[in-house]
């Protein structure tokens, strides 16, 4: 069955630089009986692995529809599967019976047609950059970790390096072109653009934040800056930097007494609040702070600052000032390597690098990344204002638990803000406008027999903190909820999330009605579903 190709001039298919490429009419499959089929049923994090009866390796548009037709007459569980980072089982579901996998569709092309970059849903973070930024000078300011792919991490927002100084990579997103099943059970493909006439558009605006798994499978993405004039690819997107100052430090867990923990904290908390403005010159520089128990020994802190910006090297300055107020302990080398980030030892002093050689540094030299017996648990929250006292407390009292040794443990802060908070929050569905930094649990272990015990410390540690709000950041003048690409399936247990807001308005805010009507209007069976994906309305 071939796509049916809608929102496009004349309902042709998709124009880009690989088009009539020739493949096979229909997507590999692989079962039980191959070698390799142990190697697709489980993907980062290894709590979870499928036992599906075939995993479908789609390499173009028409194999996705007929892989999706298939499903649906057959009454087949399906679910899809970008580059297989998703933090919860939604991939890899116990009842799974097709997994389809997108990993074959990574073409990234300029077309002609829609005068923007073509970024099939399979390619990687790593993979657009080095094509992009080589051959155009622009990028789709996507994440940092190089093997995450693009189905799955545009479709949820997709923070970014470049985020406070270019937005989200959804304030970019042109079209998307999504395989749908409609009431009567046929699958299509449908393009939906951001233009304000196209009938489509909702679809386009559920895939700005929406997150991955609730209304189709994606298989491209187009984008082009809002304002890009012309039709040269070099100025349809952000010019990333050209070079970039890195600065990596540390603070030795034995000479950060209880306060100057909580000044640490405390300062990093309050520089972004004061610079989370959309037109804040300070927007030039991201930072990392890695609160990691106390078994790993250090704190560490990451800084980067686009090299070119005015006063570059007084912006990192300051902020490292403000940083270290009324902290005695001194900085050193970030000697080790921390959640997925690496060690970074020659870092201790600032140094500038190309644009593309640091982030490709930053992304891919963890080995965390590349464990084949990784097993992890996952929180999230925005953060609008400082930390209340307790919020401090609760932290440090589970970074210096003494009953868990593990330094793979630990709370990541990010910085956000900056050109993100220019957009207005029901513009995409992504909704967290106002934030100025963001947080992330993380615990790693390898060990199925210590499932219990580090799943309960990131419950113990994030409940504590959000005691006062009900075990989650309820969204108000200090929190705004959660990061749906994220995903915690803690926030709709009742014995986790003790407030009176669903785990849905943690996600979406204001705009999970829209997200629904979406949901109605392409996804009117529910075929497309996991632990926490869009509910029909009334559902």
């Not at 690819?233 to 430090?249: I, K």
């Not at 020994?297 to 990451?302: A, C, F, K």
């Not at 409940?463 to 915690?488: R, S």
């Amino acid at each position: 069955m071939t796509a049916e190709v809608t929102g496009t001039p004349g309902g042709q298919a998709p124009a880009t630089e690989s088009a009539g490429r020739h493949r096979p009419s229909r997507a590999v499959s692989v079962t039980k009986a191959d070698r390799q089929y142990a190697d697709l049923v489980s993907g980062l994090n290894q709590r979870y692995t499928a036992a599906p009866e075939a995993i479908r390796l789609a390499r173009s548009t028409e194999q996705v529809v007929g892989v999706v037709q298939e499903a649906v007459r057959q009454g087949k569980r399906l679910s899809v599967r970008s580059s297989g980072h998703c933090y919860e089982d939604f991939v890899y579901q116990p009842d799974v019976q097709v997994i389809l996998d997108m990993s074959g569709m990574h073409d990234i092309s300029y077309d002609p047609v829609r005068n923007a970059i073509a970024i099939e849903s399979g390619a990687t973070n790593l993979q657009a950059f080095q094509t992009t930024y080589p051959r155009w000078g622009v990028v789709a300011p996507t994440g940092f970790c190089y093997s995450v792919a693009m189905g799955g991490h545009v479709s949820g927002g997709a923070w970014g390096p470049l985020c406070r100084m270019h937005g989200l990579v959804v304030d970019h997103l042109y079209a998307v072109e999504v395989v749908v099943v409609d009431a009567s059970g046929r699958a299509r493909a449908v393009v939906a653009t951001r233009e304000d006439d196209d009938p489509h558009r909702d679809l386009w605006w559920a895939h700005t934040g929406g997150g991955g798994g609730n209304f189709g499978v994606v298989t491209r993405y187009w984008f082009r800056s809002p304002g890009a004039s012309g039709r040269d690819p070099r100025g349809l997107l952000p010019r990333p930097p050209t070079e970039l100052l890195v600065n990596a430090l540390s603070w030795s867990w034995d000479e950060l007494s209880r306060a100057e923990f909580g000044r640490l904290v405390q300062n990093y908390a309050q520089w972004h609040v004061a610079n989370s403005a959309p037109d804040s010159p300070q927007r030039a520089l991201i930072s990392q702070l890695v609160l990691n128990h106390r078994s790993a020994g250090q704190i560490g802190m990451v800084a980067i600052v686009d090299a070119a910006a005015p006063d570059a090297g007084q912006i990192l300055s300051d902020y490292l000032k403000q940083l270290g107020d009324g902290v005695s302990a001194a900085p050193g080398a970030m000697t080790t390597a921390m959640g997925e980030l690496p060690a970074l030892p020659r870092f201790a002093q600032a140094r500038t690098l190309p644009w593309l050689h640091a982030v490709r540094m930053l992304g891919t030299t963890n080995g965390v990344l590349n464990d084949p017996t990784l097993r992890a648990e996952y929180k999230s929250s925005y953060m609008r204002a400082a930390f209340p006292d307790s919020h401090i407390e609760a932290l440090h009292k589970h970074l210096t638990r003494d009953d868990i040794h593990n330094p793979n443990l630990n709370v990541l802060l990010t910085s956000y803000g900056g050109r993100i908070n220019a957009v207005d929050p029901a513009a995409t569905a992504i909704p967290h406008r106002r934030a100025a930094f963001k947080m992330l649990w993380q615990a790693f272990w390898n060990d199925p027999a210590d499932d219990d015990t580090y799943i309960g410390w990131a419950r113990d540690c994030y409940g504590e903190v959000y005691a006062d709000t009900g075990g989650v950041p309820v969204p108000g003048e200090v929190t705004d909820g959660c990061y749906v690409n994220y995903p915690d399936i803690d926030l709709g247990d009742p014995r986790f999330n003790t407030s009176s807001v669903p785990w849905h308005d943690l996600y979406y805010k204001e705009n999970y009605p829209r997200l629904q009507q979406a949901k109605k209007r392409w996804d009117p069976r529910n075929f497309f579903r996991h632990g926490q994906s869009v509910t029909l309305p009334g559902t």
